[in-house]
């Protein structure tokens, strides 16, 4: 008698559901891994920002005027984007929201895994989340969301 060798179907079938279990539980880890890093991006220029308008502040006494080019405190910016258009996040500082002695600073998140996302500092280093993408918590405290959950 001749002896096969090889794989059975069975065996071929039970390797596939198992990659397809770990695929499954990996995917979506990996992808809340990848939004959490971006999201690095806009506190750490919120954060300059708020250094900045600080440091015009203590040149000017006033907040009205800050946030553009030519001043200590220019809105942040990849190289060859406009003022405020980050990789992943459009930086804002609301003309509304720069008065003479309070300043709002605004990021608001591209793409689809972070639309609607928009975190602010304020003058006082209140540090908020205002709005968050569908299937995110918003978190009950005053903080910077860094998961889906709403942890800060």
Aim: glycine share 6%; proline share 7%; hydrophobic share 40%.
């Amino acid at each position: 008698m001749q002896r096969h060798s090889g794989f059975t179907l069975i065996e071929l079938m039970v390797t596939v559901a198992i990659i397809a279990i770990l695929a499954g539980i990996a995917l979506p880890s990996y992808t809340a891994y990848i939004a959490r890093s971006k999201i690095a991006e806009a506190t750490s220029n919120l954060l300059a920002m708020r250094t900045k308008m600080e440091q015009y502040y203590q040149d000017n006494r006033t907040y009205v005027g800050a946030c553009v080019a030519g001043t200590v405190a220019p809105l942040p910016a990849n190289p060859g984007s406009p003022p405020g258009v980050l990789k992943y996040f459009i930086v804002t500082c609301p003309p509304l929201n720069l008065t003479a002695t309070t300043y709002t600073i605004q990021a608001v998140g591209q793409g689809n895994d972070l639309a609607n996302l928009t975190l602010s500092i304020d003058q006082a280093n209140v540090r908020r989340t205002v709005s968050v993408p569908a299937g995110w918590t918003q978190p009950a405290t005053n903080c910077w969301v860094s998961k889906k959950s709403g942890d800060c």
